[in-house]
């Protein structure tokens, strides 16, 4: 780095050129180094002050709002600096806040007299300091960001030779501060998220570490993912999202004053608590952040209330190691969003094993997909009277080693979204696959009904992932059923699941409510919201033989559900008493042990091969006659 002077007149001796090149080479390899902008005026002050015994040396800068504040003054008593920290620069501010406030050199040669002293003397005389001379510091664009000053312990002013260090030394100073700068602004980048101007996650990384290096008492996480983000994107936009993470980061930044909010991610974001009275009620904190946010926003036109859920855990002397607290919270978050979006869950002890063996149950399913160890089972739906098969459900298996696994064994896998949607894609690439060897091989069958979760159909994908992998196959849409169980299809008001439903049904694509009557769904739904099939869930079959209310609920449904053109399939069938109380009250349709248990593809084409229902020639490329029945 080459420094150019300015053309004041230099001393001639050999000593005095050595020593400013000996000052100057000093503080740029400091700057070249990399030291802090504090360590390189304070060193800069300590060599001036080396130079030339008579003076000390001090350099403020100046913020935006024209305040000042000391950055070194190595010789000066720290009450004396400390009183001039924020003191507002301005034409009577002493020396230094006047040169700021003019933008050029002030020279005082008597402290106890100037006016422009009056309000500061009482601080330096009994300092013993009678002078002061402070030059300002100007950028490129010409604002005043520091002072460098010279105070004199007699009233005097400035020599040529102290004029020229003092050059010297400004221009130094500001290669230190413009350099400083840089570097501020290159960690504010860094540490920054551009969108919300919160702190992003390498800022959290580092906040976690420095709690983690400092023993700060008690301390609380709050980790939030904002839940309709997708929603407004997919609906209006990116811009519209993008309003809506700004709003939604304002908004939670402020809710608690005394926390620090990070973005960590997408639509996530972190809170970081210390304040007792949050800690004491982490609830009652969560509750002020998610009441901040369920205000309509303005997002680029389109009016959206901000939804999120929150997980919070604590640090305290139970669990002081901040990676388990950061830990605990994801834990609390995730099952937060499980148990039903929109509230708070703080993380207690037993949290951790469930979410252990969820993660678990993850990882092994993830692993499953990728080495094609999910298998497709089937199991027939008969006609009660003639045993004929009239269609299959197929049901997601996992091979392990030699051993098939249900579904119900890895079913809290299937709670994590990418988890359901990838099995259910899975599933449907295996029976597609399935009904295309079946037809090729001129095999009566009718339909099979597919299990779709809410992940499948809140998200969007159900029907991408069902005519793609059917057209792959060349086999049609009319015979496949997807299937919804009771809690997904009225769970928790979810309007994008029956919309789904609504428009898989108006492109031709039948539905089947499964586990009819375990839920809190009922008939009057189902004018506004109606489906093709109701699998009657077994608990009302289980009961068919030890009173008669279920044989007359059963009744009742198969009645309504025939003026609504709607079939009824009885589930859990496992006795030949049963297939008679079933037949007596009208249920032609069912699926049980007493016919046959979930089995492999081969098993399935035997079945079919021998009891499957032969399709009328008016309604073979159709299917039109599902379930045969009348």
């Not at 920290?85 to 008597?110: F, K, M």
């Not at 983000?229 to 304002?250: C, E, M, P, W, Y």
């Not at 982490?282 to 929150?310: E, M």
């Not at 898989?504 to 009819?516: C, E, N, T």
Request: proline content about 3%.
């Amino acid at each position: 780095m080459t420094l150019i002077f300015p053309h004041h007149r230099l001393w001639t001796g050999d000593d005095t050129q050595g020593a400013l090149l000996k000052l100057q080479n000093t503080i740029l390899e400091m700057i070249a180094k990399g030291a802090g902008l504090d360590t390189t005026c304070r060193a800069l002050c300590e060599e001036v002050e080396r130079l030339l015994p008579d003076v000390v040396c001090s350099v403020l800068t100046v913020d935006d709002a024209g305040r000042m504040h000391p950055l070194a003054a190595p010789s000066l008593p720290e009450i004396y600096s400390a009183a001039l920290e924020g003191v507002e620069i301005g034409p009577l501010a002493g020396s230094c806040g006047t040169a700021a406030y003019l933008g050029t050199d002030v020279t005082v040669r008597n402290i106890e007299t100037d006016i422009r002293w009056a309000a500061f003397k009482h601080l330096a005389l009994p300092h013993g300091l009678r002078a002061c001379w402070s030059s300002p510091i100007a950028n490129v664009d010409g604002n005043v960001v520091a002072t460098f000053a010279f105070y004199y312990r007699r009233a005097r002013g400035p020599t040529a030779f102290e004029r020229d260090v003092v050059a010297n030394c400004v221009h130094l100073s500001l290669i230190a501060i413009e350099r400083h700068d840089r570097v501020v602004e290159h960690q504010r980048r860094a540490f920054t998220d551009a969108l919300t101007q919160l702190p992003n996650r390498a800022a959290y990384n580092a906040a976690l570490a420095d709690l983690e290096n400092h023993e700060t008492g008690d301390w609380a996480l709050f980790v939030l993912d904002l839940d309709n983000l997708k929603v407004v994107n997919d609906t209006f936009g990116h811009h519209a999202g993008d309003r809506l993470l700004q709003i939604a980061s304002d908004r939670v930044a402020t809710a608690i004053p005394s926390s620090r909010t990070f973005r960590i991610g997408g639509d996530e974001f972190a809170i970081v608590l210390t304040a007792p009275e949050n800690l004491h009620d982490l609830d009652s904190a969560a509750g002020h952040i998610l009441g901040a946010l369920a205000v309509s926003a303005d997002c680029g036109g389109h009016f959206v209330i901000p939804r999120a859920t929150i997980g919070g855990a604590i640090r305290s002397s139970d669990e002081p190691v901040v990676e388990r607290v950061r830990q605990n919270a994801d834990f609390a978050l995730y099952h937060a969003k499980e148990s039903g979006r929109g509230g708070f869950v703080r993380y207690w002890s037993g949290l951790g094993s469930i979410m252990t063996r969820r993660l678990a149950a993850i990882r092994a399913v993830g692993a499953a997909l990728r080495e094609d160890r999910i298998e497709a089972y089937y199991q027939p739906i008969f006609r009660l009277d003639t045993r004929e098969v009239v269609g299959l459900e197929a049901l997601c298996r996992m091979r392990v080693g030699d051993t098939v696994m249900s579904a119900a064994s890895f079913h809290e896998a299937t709670t994590d979204a990418h988890v359901a949607t990838a099995l259910t894609a899975r599933m449907l690439e295996l029976v597609a696959r399935d009904l295309r060897r079946w037809l090729d091989m001129g095999i009566p069958f009718q339909h099979v009904g597919i299990n779709v979760s809410s992940a499948d159909l809140s998200s969007g994908t159900i029907e991408e992932s069902l005519t793609s992998a059917f057209e792959r196959e060349g086999v049609g849409l009319e015979h496949v059923i997807l299937e919804v169980t009771e809690t997904v299809y009225m769970g928790r008001g979810d309007q994008a699941v029956q919309q789904a439903i609504v428009n898989l049904r108006s492109k031709g694509i039948r539905v089947a409510l499964d586990d009819f009557g375990t839920g809190y769904a009922s008939l009057t739904h189902l004018l506004t919201l109606p489906v093709d099939v109701l699998k009657i869930d077994k608990t009302f079959v289980d009961h068919l033989g030890t009173d008669g209310v279920s044989a007359t609920i059963i009744e009742s449904l198969i009645r309504i559900a025939r003026k609504m053109d709607i079939r009824i399939v009885a589930e859990g069938i496992e006795s030949e008493e049963q297939v008679e109380q079933l037949l007596a009250i009208g249920c032609v349709l069912g699926q049980g042990f007493v016919f046959a248990p979930a089995v492999p593809q081969e098993a399935a084409t035997k079945l079919l091969m021998s009891k499957g229902q032969p399709v009328a020639p008016s309604a073979r490329d159709t299917c039109a006659s599902f379930p045969v029945v009348d």
